[in-house]
């Protein structure tokens, strides 16, 4: 796999250790009581929930069309937990949680302290961008350079569809707020647009500059959700 694919293929502890941390993974009450003490608002911990929700049913939808089983514990638990490092990213002012992907790699350092398992840990650190920015984009942008990775991109079943729920999520809530013409199902190619605006924010603000419509990350991006659109159902974010 390249470092801008998506699998489709389900993750595996990575060791013996990592086997028995998945045994014990709490219920999401207490995940969701863990997230409050922490500090993390009562709207995020919606979206978390909504997200996990949304995540479960991709994934059910995934196994009844291709037979391809992820695992719904680990699923679940790094779809609650993904956006856990802005509890502490929006409390520091040095910090631009909404335009720079800090509180993934802090979520993920959180949870890798409170001896949860590392596969949860990944979806946290690369769902802010879905697989669209390598290495060398990163760098040119400043951002933190995970270890031992090319690019923030999902490597398994379980960090792609959290990646992909949260885009989806991410799509209605703009509409919500009355942003016409984001129709995932009735204009897909819409989803390019909504990525302009956001990654061309991001250069702005931190490189000062603008990117084209033709920049290789915005087809990078939509090419990567485009894989799960047969799998995602407008009922299912109702």
Not at 188 to 213: A, F, G, H, Q, V
């Amino acid at each position: 796999m390249n470092d801008i694919s998506l699998s489709m293929k389900p993750g595996e502890p990575g060791n013996e250790v990592e086997k028995i941390k998945e045994l014990f993974l709490p219920t999401r009450e207490k995940m969701i009581q863990s997230m409050r003490y922490l500090g993390l608002g009562e709207v995020k911990i919606k979206h978390v929930c909504d997200l996990a929700d949304l995540s479960l049913k991709i994934a059910g939808e995934v196994e009844k069309q291709t037979g391809i089983k992820s695992n719904k514990e680990i699923l679940e638990a790094g779809a609650l937990f993904h956006d856990i490092g802005l509890a502490k990213s929006y409390k520091d002012p040095e910090l631009e949680p909404e335009v720079y992907p800090s509180h993934c790699v802090i979520g993920a350092d959180i949870i890798r302290k409170l001896g949860l398992p590392e596969r949860v840990a990944r979806c946290a650190e690369v769902h802010e961008f879905g697989g669209g920015i390598t290495r060398k984009e990163a760098e040119e942008l400043r951002f933190p350079i995970l270890p031992y990775k090319n690019s923030y991109a999902p490597q398994n079943l379980e960090e792609a569809i959290v990646t992909v729920a949260d885009c989806f999520l991410f799509v209605e809530e703009v509409k919500e707020r009355g942003w016409e013409g984001y129709d995932l199902w009735k204009n897909p190619e819409s989803l390019k647009d909504l990525y302009y605006n956001y990654i061309n924010d991001i250069y702005k603000k931190i490189l000062e500059r603008e990117i084209t419509k033709e920049h290789p990350i915005l087809d990078r991006l939509y090419n990567i959700n485009k894989i799960f659109f047969k799998y995602v159902k407008p009922e299912f974010l109702k």
